[in-house]
């Protein structure tokens, strides 16, 4: 069941007109989101992956209600620190920092660190001595819509031998991290990678460390055009595994959800600004917006993200006959292409000043924005 | 020859050892770049694609020279204006405007608009009335790095009933326009396109119309990784097919060099964050830069554009031997990767500290950057 766009939001796109391209996110559904996943998992650690939406109303809501915070720079720890937020319930999760920062990190008091390389390691235990850090291993991201490439995480055997070097190097090695891919509609990847994290945990054991944490990561999914699995169905997929593998003695649990929670909460409104035909002989239609890849809608690249897309005329539903379209961009670069081999059926008679909804567009949107390509501002940004 | 980095740069990056990552542009440069693209092309008017590097230190060079300027936005145009750019020198190149964005260009009184179809003709009849108007047709952008979808131009046959269409609606039907792809490393290409251009200056002809213009333009190369054609032999291919194609009686012609004039005259500098392995069995080097994808080098997607790179160390060349690496950014995101099926050599002994410069890299860089995914904030910009 893909769940309608949220009244709330509804009413103050059709109230307020406000000027397009504009992000729009109801922070009742932040909230909501982030009870229901720790309702559905109660045992783990809800560390939300701040590069998803960091705007500081969605921070406050997660503060409130006792969430902790994955930054993957200095710069969002620093904008945790300004809102408030202990530095106790933040981890500095990327795996790719620089020594200055992870020094600033400490200094701030940021406990938990992650890294997948012997170099990572050692800039750790130089700048950030004696603070817990977990290992990521690599997982191939099967069923994830935005693909895995090896940029992160390390093999099984050299995760090891880095864990036990983190003990050699004065620093607590408290567990172990993987991600199945963002946007991951197979909860069965879940298992896959608690198989390996246990076979991690009886090889460390051996040799005299005592892992105590698994890392999850995110993949909790947004809900976009394709039908996806409830978080109940997650949460129970992932139980299962857990404790076929670790059986009674589960590790401390930590979740880095970040589309889970803000993506469902965030519509982007965008204005038609063209619609065309490039030749008599070339029936296409292509329709052109506001926004585009370089406007808040990289996730587009490759066409990965297919969001649910919704007509309206003067604040309501653009009812009538369908028919497909190619559908771009506003800026003069080729590449800004939203989908051209995935073609959207939009109204025959969609107009240049008609609108178009994107649902489920409250993660990894406004800060991806560009400055000001081809002079186009960011996003605007609302929070209701 | 590939043009070394010019002293002026080198200077300033060893002197200040500005943070990082930043992007620096030696305004002489861009100085030199116009001068000897107008000098190669003394018929032709050279409208800069501001969307190239927009910065004020640029246009200003630009707006001194006498330059005229190729706006991508109304944004643009505004920007022009606040530097005193006359509105005469100014054209609306983008084929997707809002209808409003056009009545505040013609408002401001800029003279010259592009279309290729009839839905942008009308809204420029009904917001810009009596203006001058170029059609610009499709092209295949052989031969170009960045290539070209169908976004852009329309079919002959469409385009000479559209110029009709113009002058019906009340507008100037001024000329034609195409664009052989950013990046062109052929000649050739413009040949192709000034013999179709004639068809549709002949075909116009009979029907009444008497086209002045031909717009170029840009797809004057920058110097990446691979050489390429001088800018004369670029205006002899030119001048040659102009010549061929229409003889005595040749039209005003118009070029919109941006990465052509902003490209060579920028360097970004980056520091090596982490260096690392996957695994015992994957002898494949990862290089961690601070700058990516997001970070100003969007361009490196699909590895379009290959930037040549030198490595620094304490600001000096870093010499010795060397070994193929995957080059990638800062952020948690996956595809932020630059360069993985071209890898670069770069040196053996290269570590987290060192520095990396990206050569040419003056055009479609900072305002591309994101405004702060994951955090990082955008190129810091040194005009010297």
Redesign the interface.
Same mark, same amino acid.
């Given at each position: 069941m893909l769940p309608p766009m949220t009244p709330k939001i509804s009413r103050f796109l059709t109230e307020s007109a406000p000027d397009t391209p504009c992000l729009v996110v109801d922070c009742d559904v932040v909230a909501a989101n982030y009870d229901r996943l720790a309702a559905a998992l109660p045992l783990t650690r809800i560390y939300y992956?701040?590069?998803a939406n960091?705007a500081a109303p969605v921070l406050k809501i997660l503060r409130d209600r006792g969430a902790r915070f994955d930054?993957?720079?200095?710069?969002?720890i620093k904008?945790c620190q300004a809102l408030g937020i202990e530095s106790d319930r933040l981890s500095f999760?990327?795996?790719?920092?620089?020594?200055r920062d992870i020094a600033a990190a400490h200094q701030i008091g940021v406990p938990l660190y992650a890294f997948?390389?012997?170099?990572?390691l050692e800039?750790i235990a130089r700048a950030a001595p004696g603070r817990q850090v977990f290992c990521r291993f690599?997982m191939e991201?099967a069923g994830a819509d935005?693909? *895995?490439?090896?940029?992160? !995480?390390? &093999?099984l055997?050299?995760a090891a031998d880095l864990l036990v070097q983190a003990r050699d190097l004065g620093l607590d090695p408290y567990g172990v991290s993987f991600h199945v891919g963002s946007q991951q509609t197979d909860p069965g990847q879940w298992d896959l990678a608690l198989g390996r994290t246990k076979m991690l945990f009886t090889a460390l054991a051996g040799r005299g460390i005592d892992l105590r944490m698994i890392n999850l990561g995110g993949g909790f999914p947004a809900r976009y055009r394709a039908d996806v699995p409830d978080v109940d169905d997650y949460a129970q997929s992932i139980m299962t595994a857990v404790t076929r593998h670790f059986g009674n003695r589960i590790p401390q649990m930590i979740i880095e959800p970040g589309r889970g929670i803000a993506g469902d909460a965030g519509v982007i409104e965008a204005?038609v600004? *063209?619609?065309?035909?490039? !030749?008599? &002989?070339?029936p296409?239609r292509?329709v052109?917006l506001?926004v585009g890849k370089?406007g808040g809608l990289?996730e587009t690249?490759d066409e990965a993200i297919k969001y649910r897309i919704e007509p309206i005329r003067a604040g309501a539903a653009l009812e009538g006959d369908t028919g497909p379209c190619i559908l771009?961009g506003?800026?003069?670069d080729?590449?800004?292409?939203l989908y051209?081999h995935h073609p959207y059926d939009l109204p025959l008679d969609l107009q240049?000043?008609d609108r178009v909804r994107f649902l489920a567009a409250g993660a990894y949107t406004?800060?991806?924005?560009?400055?000001?390509?081809?002079?186009?501002?960011?996003l605007t940004e609302h929070y209701i």
């Amino acid at each position: 069941m893909l769940p309608p766009m949220t009244p709330k939001i509804s009413r103050f796109l059709t109230e307020s007109a406000p000027d397009t391209p504009c992000l729009v996110v109801d922070c009742d559904v932040v909230a909501a989101n982030y009870d229901r996943l720790a309702a559905a998992l109660p045992l783990t650690r809800i560390y939300y992956a701040v590069k998803a939406n960091p705007a500081a109303p969605v921070l406050k809501i997660l503060r409130d209600r006792g969430a902790r915070f994955d930054s993957a720079s200095i710069h969002e720890i620093k904008q945790c620190q300004a809102l408030g937020i202990e530095s106790d319930r933040l981890s500095f999760g990327s795996t790719i920092k620089k020594e200055r920062d992870i020094a600033a990190a400490h200094q701030i008091g940021v406990p938990l660190y992650a890294f997948d390389s012997r170099g990572e390691l050692e800039k750790i235990a130089r700048a950030a001595p004696g603070r817990q850090v977990f290992c990521r291993f690599f997982m191939e991201g099967a069923g994830a819509d935005w693909p *895995l490439s090896r940029k992160f !995480g390390c &093999d099984l055997d050299m995760a090891a031998d880095l864990l036990v070097q983190a003990r050699d190097l004065g620093l607590d090695p408290y567990g172990v991290s993987f991600h199945v891919g963002s946007q991951q509609t197979d909860p069965g990847q879940w298992d896959l990678a608690l198989g390996r994290t246990k076979m991690l945990f009886t090889a460390l054991a051996g040799r005299g460390i005592d892992l105590r944490m698994i890392n999850l990561g995110g993949g909790f999914p947004a809900r976009y055009r394709a039908d996806v699995p409830d978080v109940d169905d997650y949460a129970q997929s992932i139980m299962t595994a857990v404790t076929r593998h670790f059986g009674n003695r589960i590790p401390q649990m930590i979740i880095e959800p970040g589309r889970g929670i803000a993506g469902d909460a965030g519509v982007i409104e965008a204005e038609v600004v *063209l619609v065309s035909q490039k !030749g008599y &002989d070339d029936p296409i239609r292509w329709v052109f917006l506001d926004v585009g890849k370089f406007g808040g809608l990289p996730e587009t690249m490759d066409e990965a993200i297919k969001y649910r897309i919704e007509p309206i005329r003067a604040g309501a539903a653009l009812e009538g006959d369908t028919g497909p379209c190619i559908l771009a961009g506003p800026t003069c670069d080729e590449v800004d292409v939203l989908y051209e081999h995935h073609p959207y059926d939009l109204p025959l008679d969609l107009q240049p000043g008609d609108r178009v909804r994107f649902l489920a567009a409250g993660a990894y949107t406004s800060t991806y924005a560009s400055i000001g390509f081809n002079g186009f501002p960011p996003l605007t940004e609302h929070y209701i």
